[in-house]
């Protein structure tokens, strides 16, 4: 069974950073792309972030550009996203996904770390 | 305000058969075959319903369709049951590299 689970949400002052890690399991991590999906309180979804299997491409949302940067750690089947110079529209729920490899659709979600923006 | 336009809100009673418009424009659903649904029940992680506008993974039932024409995709949920109240997501790729999705429509059973 497929399994994301995502941590490292919390409460931060604007301008500040923060790191969220996801840890996959019951799949081959390093042979799938991954993403990072987020949603803020009564919001849709809005796509953060994207690294391919081997980590080379990575791609951006105009929103974060410059300051969330996507990594991975395949000998740890671990996804992160390091967040810089947070902002209150930064405010959401974050979700780890991985791509199904298809038609660019994201077949497996986690449950989501929730980070708040707020002095 | 989000990229593909959804209704707010839609509403049906068990049985019934309704369906959820996802608009978008002629950057991702317009020119890209890349339309793909997700059912998200509160608290718990969003599920892929639908895939290449109208695919269905694996363990969906085919109680859930998806269609689309020209720049309006639509998905449909025939024989409505109690369990299928949720908020449903539409997204599409587009174009330079970017994921677009709806604001979502709440579901609920009546």
């Known amino acids: 069974e497929v399994q994301l689970v995502e941590s490292g949400g919390a409460v931060i002052q604007p301008g500040g950073s923060l790191r969220l890690s996801c840890v996959a399991s019951?799949?081959?991590?390093?042979?799938?792309?991954m993403d990072w999906v987020r949603q803020a309180p009564g919001k849709g979804l809005e796509w953060v972030s994207r690294m391919s299997w081997d980590g080379e491409t990575t791609y951006y949302a105009e929103s974060v550009k410059g300051r969330f940067t996507i990594s991975r750690d395949n000998s740890e089947n671990s996804l992160y996203l390091q967040m810089n110079s947070l902002r209150s529209e930064d405010t959401a729920f974050y979700y780890c996904?991985?791509?199904?490899?298809?038609?660019?659709?994201?077949?497996?979600w986690g449950q989501g770390t929730l980070v708040t923006v707020s002095s | 305000q989000s990229a593909l336009t959804q209704p707010a809100s839609v509403s049906g009673s068990p049985g019934q058969s309704i369906t959820i418009s996802c608009i978008g424009n002629?950057?991702?659903?317009?020119?890209?075959?890349?339309v793909s649904w997700y059912q998200h029940h509160p608290g718990k992680a969003p599920k892929l319903l639908i895939f290449?506008?109208?695919k269905r993974p694996a363990g969906v039932s085919d109680r859930f369709s998806g269609a689309k024409s020209g720049k309006t995709a639509s998905l449909t949920i025939s024989g409505l049951q109690a369990e299928d109240e949720a908020t449903y997501h539409c997204g599409s790729y587009s174009t330079r590299s970017s994921w677009v999705f709806g604001g979502g429509t709440k579901l609920t059973v009546l």
């Open positions: 996904v991985k791509d199904g490899g298809y038609s660019f659709e994201f077949d497996h």
């Open positions: 002629s950057s991702d659903v317009g020119i890209y075959t890349f």
């Open positions: 290449g506008v109208s």
């Open positions: 019951g799949f081959n991590f390093e042979d799938y792309t």
